[in-house]
């Protein structure tokens, strides 16, 4: 059974950071490229970043570009994302996801591409 279990989320201030990590089991996770996305409330899931199998390759969505850094650790299956430069409109769930494929391009910017989701983490910026 592949379960993803993200961590880190919390209360920050405008302009703070934090680093969300997710751990997963039961997955190939060498052979899985893996995203962040988010959801604020009302609103719809939205991509965040994305990190190929071997983390060579990466790709964000402009609103976080050059404040997040997405990296993952193939020994200790687990994919973190720093974030930075954090903004009230950062505020939202934010979920780990797992998508079974060596490939990455730009549908790994959509949330059907994901096979496995976490239950996700609160991350909440005060302005």
């Known amino acids: 059974q592949v379960q993803l279990v993200e961590s880190g989320g919390g209360l920050v201030q405008t302009g703070g950071s934090l680093r969300l990590s997710c751990a997963a089991s039961g997955l190939a996770f060498s052979a899985s490229a893996l995203a962040w996305f988010r959801q604020a409330p009302g609103k719809e899931r939205e991509f965040v970043a994305a990190?190929?199998?071997?983390?060579?390759?990466?790709d964000y969505a402009d609103s976080v570009k050059g404040r997040f850094t997405i990296s993952r650790d193939n020994r200790k299956l687990t994919v973190a994302l720093q974030m930075n430069s954090l903004r009230p409109e950062d505020t939202a769930f934010y979920y780990c996801?797992?998508?079974?494929?060596?490939?990455?391009?730009?549908?790994?910017?959509?949330?059907?591409?994901?096979?496995?989701w976490g239950q996700g983490t609160q991350v909440t910026v005060s302005s």
């Open positions: 990190i190929n199998w071997s983390g060579i390759s990466s």
């Open positions: 996801a797992a998508a079974r494929t060596f490939s990455f391009s730009a549908n790994l910017r959509g949330a059907s591409a994901y096979d496995y």
